[in-house]
């Protein structure tokens, strides 16, 4: 259920297009991760996240390099990604809920995840991170 104070529609085309661009960030976050490089990994990230925990940028960009210095292999699918643009942050504001599927030589995990993604000059960061 979504409760909105207004609503206006927007072309099909630009749908459409703002779908694409998002689907796109989501895989290439995705293969980002895969890589286990971290700088690359990081660079999805705005210096602004907090995650559901509470850890701030520098506290997950340590956590993700001790955790993937352990790692010989990484495998991340995002299923079912849905996508929410509140209308009044004039499209620079994405909430994506998906299912992810993360497998690892020591580690798998099944979640639900909503991301929260900000629009800026260099295009869509995340902002925050919570598991459902």
Do not use: C
């Not at 072309?11 to 490089?37: C, I, P, Y």
């Not at 990230?45 to 390099?65: L, T, V």
């Not at 643009?85 to 798998?108: C, W």
């Amino acid at each position: 259920m979504a409760v909105v104070n207004r609503l206006q529609l927007t072309k099909v085309e630009h749908q459409r297009h703002l779908s694409e661009e998002l689907n796109t960030f989501m895989k290439s976050w995705g293969r980002a991760w895969e890589s286990a490089d971290t700088v690359k990994f990081m660079s999805y990230y705005s210096h602004d996240f907090i995650n559901g925990d509470g850890m701030n940028y520098q506290a997950f960009k340590r956590q993700k390099e001790r955790v993937n210095s352990g790692k010989k292999f990484i495998r991340v699918k995002i299923e079912n990604p849905a996508i929410l643009l509140p209308q009044e942050n004039g499209g620079q504001i994405a909430i994506v809920r998906f299912m992810q599927i993360y497998r690892s030589n020591n580690f798998e995990s099944d979640s639900k995840k909503l991301f929260y993604l900000k629009k800026g000059p260099a295009g869509w960061q995340i902002i925050g991170e919570s598991r459902l």
